[in-house]
């Protein structure tokens, strides 16, 4: 079974902190991506990731930025965190080699006051 | 700019019913549509896709019906049991193969199916 996991599953912070979500998958997936997840807006797409230090931009990714460093792994960092990004936050990945299904973690509460 | 757009956003049913949800779409590249289920706590997960060569597919009781002259596509789900009770979306992944895969979503139905 594919595993995609996140850090944390709930996260507090204070308006202007770094914030740091980590994501990691165990399949060897090229791609990676990184959503927030709003009611009534959906899944939107803030970065992704095709290879190993590559990344492109998303449908909304003022006030983040991503890094990968490692296959397997895929940060996505909040610079100076304001209160319209609390969100809920999910990871996935795939593999377009063989499916497109992405495959998703358990997402990332985060609440910054 | 969404660029699939998803209704309702929110579906009550009794067990027995068959709730369909409906998207709408305007860009023609896109050649693969699935729609995703997720549970509360959890992360979304792959129901059932289809792609524009295609009218309609059927997995168990979940379908997609696909118009491709509209841009529309619709998930029926026949017999709804209360465990089919969550939040499903449905996307559309850009043709092309530097698109990585990659998708857009609707806005989510949160759907109840009451016992």
């Known amino acids: 079974d594919v595993k995609v996991t996140q850090s944390s599953r709930y996260l507090v912070k204070r308006t202007g902190e770094k914030v740091f979500l980590e994501c990691v998958q165990d399949?060897?997936?090229?791609?990676m991506f990184w959503y927030r997840q709003d009611p009534g807006l959906g899944l939107r797409l803030i970065y992704f990731?095709?290879?190993?230090?590559?990344?492109e931009k998303g449908d909304i990714p003022e006030g983040y930025s991503v890094s990968r460093e490692k296959k397997e792994r895929f940060s996505l960092i909040l610079e100076s965190a304001s209160t319209n990004q609390t969100s809920m936050y999910l990871c996935?990945?795939?593999?377009?080699?063989?499916?497109?299904?992405?495959?998703f973690g358990p997402g990332t509460r985060l609440t910054v006051t | 700019q969404q660029q699939v757009k998803q209704s309702p956003q929110s579906l009550i049913v009794q067990k027995g019913g068959i709730p369909i949800i409906n998207c709408a779409y305007e860009?023609?590249?896109?050649?693969?549509f699935p729609w995703y289920q997720q549970f509360p706590g959890k992360g979304p997960a792959l129901l059932i896709a289809?792609?524009?060569?295609?009218s309609e597919k059927k997995e168990g009781r979940f379908t997609i019906s696909f118009n491709k002259s509209a841009k529309q596509f619709s998930l029926h789900i026949m017999d709804s049991q209360p465990g089919d009770s969550a939040t499903y979306f449905c996307?559309?992944?850009?043709?092309?193969?530097?698109?990585?895969?990659?998708?857009?979503f609707g806005q989510g139905t949160i759907l109840t199916v009451h016992p």
């Open positions: 996935a990945s795939s593999m377009v080699r063989i499916s497109y299904e992405q495959y």
């Open positions: 399949m060897d997936h090229e791609n």
């Open positions: 990731s095709y290879d190993v230090k590559m990344k």
């Open positions: 860009n023609t590249a896109f050649d693969y």
């Open positions: 289809i792609r524009p060569d295609v």
């Open positions: 996307a559309a992944k850009y043709a092309g193969g530097t698109s990585y895969g990659k998708l857009t």
